[in-house]
């Protein structure tokens, strides 16, 4: 079940891949998640590179929240990497949820990388 579970999160991803792509001005932000840590990207799409990438094990985020499986870790990170892009110089992204359903940590990261600053 678990593998049947994981595979169809993948053809979800690929699906939305056909319609998502980022570039040097507005690069697509790749989300990550597992059960006990979050993790995200910026991608430039056209020269393939990853502009940026930012995961809850940094030391940063992992002093304030050893565990990072929650939404309050997540709402943490997303406030800390719209910092950071904003930082690199971004402020427009294409959000790519990877095949996960737009809720729970999903959705609070999104939320808080708005607040942070992002539009997408």
């Known amino acids: ?3 049947r579970k994981g595979l169809k ?3 979800r991803h690929v699906r939305i891949r056909t ?3 980022g570039d040097n001005e507005k690069p ?12 995200a990207q910026l991608v430039d799409d ?13 030391k940063e985020i992992k002093h304030r929240f050893p565990y990072a499986g929650n939404v309050k870790a997540a709402a943490f990170f997303g406030e800390v990497f719209a910092q950071k892009a904003k930082e690199k110089g971004v402020s ?29």
């Open 1 to 3: 079940m678990k593998k």
């Open 9 to 11: 999160r993948q053809y």
């Open 19 to 21: 319609r998502l792509s």
């Open 28 to 39: 697509r932000l790749v989300v990550r998640r597992s059960l006990k840590n979050f993790s």
């Open 46 to 58: 056209i020269k393939h590179r990853t502009i940026f990438s930012l995961s809850t094990l940094d």
């Open 92 to 120: 427009r992204v294409v959000f790519d949820r990877a095949g996960y359903a737009y809720h729970g940590r999903v959705k609070v990261f999104a939320e808080s990388l708005r607040k942070g600053g992002l539009e997408f």
